[in-house]
């Protein structure tokens, strides 16, 4: 994101959230969670999972300019209820249900009937999960750190 884009809106920073958060989600969370819904929710494809490639670029140290890193593997899908709402999906890697899977929830958390049951049911414990992971790499990483010290060794006395 430029320095000159537009700020995102409340609305579309909490749709960016959750999409983030269901592309991380492992696929057996998410069919759990869909077979909880009160009625299987109904849909059509707009698009259907298809697989692709995208040019991953980055950062030296998070700073400087842009360089193109490699490319990974995604898959992205695109679908609308019968209500009316549409939900997309981008997920890293081949899993078709998995993408299938998180489009519908985004178009379901898009419903404020739905919206605050699979933010607490799904959403927040993705959060959770995701949370926990990071602290727990960034902990092993810690527990190898080395700290460099100079020493001094009187060749100048």
């Known amino acids: 994101m430029s320095a000159t884009a537009t700020p995102l809106s409340a609305d579309q920073q909490a749709r960016q959230r959750w999409i983030g958060l269901l592309a991380e989600t492992p696929l057996p969370v998410l069919e759990a969670a869909v077979t909880a819904l009160p009625q299987p929710p109904r849909y059509t494809f707009l698009r259907t999972p298809e697989t692709g490639s995208a040019l991953v670029r980055a950062r030296s140290g998070g700073t400087g300019s842009r360089f193109n890193l490699g490319e990974m593997t995604l898959t992205r899908c695109a679908v609308r209820l019968d209500s009316g709402l549409t ?23 898009q419903d404020p009937a739905l919206s605050d049951s699979l933010d607490r049911t799904l959403i927040t414990p993705a959060e959770q999960r995701r949370d926990a992971a990071r602290h727990s790499t960034a902990a092993k990483a810690a527990a190898t750190r080395v700290d460099f010290f100079t020493l001094v060794r009187g060749e100048n006395e």
């Open 87 to 109: 939900g997309f999906s981008w997920v890293a890697g081949r899993d078709r249900r998995h993408a299938e899977l998180a489009a519908v929830f985004d178009a379901l958390m």
